[in-house]
């Protein structure tokens, strides 16, 4: 699946979000080292503090389908012009999963921005740094 292919499955994805607080609408779409493609939008909550962004939905999906070995992010803000990077906290749980995933950024006018999970989240926290 090529990048552009990826973002479009996130742009997809960005179309079923609930976001009728911020009204931002984000889509991902996570691509296992076997090819399988889990998606995941923003899920609001009148409880704002709740809400879960659209890479940790599509993370959790995987997960808890016995899918650990990610290779591959799409990511696709719906309301923004520029690229939607993802937030602090979806950073840090990509990084439990792998800092060698790649985060593809898809934008309106079809460029993609792509960087490891290294980059966008350096001296990272892991479990590596747990005593064993
Ligand atoms: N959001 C995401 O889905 N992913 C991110 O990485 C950044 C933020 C969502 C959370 C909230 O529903 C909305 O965007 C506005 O912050």
């Given at each position: ?91 840090q749980?990509?990084a ?28 990272a926290f892991t479990?590596?740094d747990?005593?064993?």
């Amino acid at each position: 699946m090529t990048q552009q292919e990826l973002t479009a499955l996130a742009k997809q994805a960005a179309e079923r979000a609930y976001a009728p607080y911020s009204h931002f609408r984000v889509g991902a779409a996570l691509e296992c080292s076997d090819g399988t493609v889990f998606t995941g939008c923003n899920v609001e909550n009148a409880a704002y503090g709740l809400a879960i962004c659209a890479e940790r939905t599509a993370m959790v999906k995987a997960v808890s389908e016995g899918h650990r070995d990610f290779s591959r992010i799409g990511i696709y803000c719906a309301d923004a012009e520029d690229f939607g990077m993802p937030c602090g906290q979806c950073r840090q749980f990509m990084a439990e999963f792998s800092l060698d995933m790649e985060v593809i950024v898809g934008r309106p006018d079809g460029e993609v921005l792509v960087r490891t999970v290294r980059d966008l989240l350096p001296y990272a926290f892991t479990p590596a740094d747990l005593p064993t």
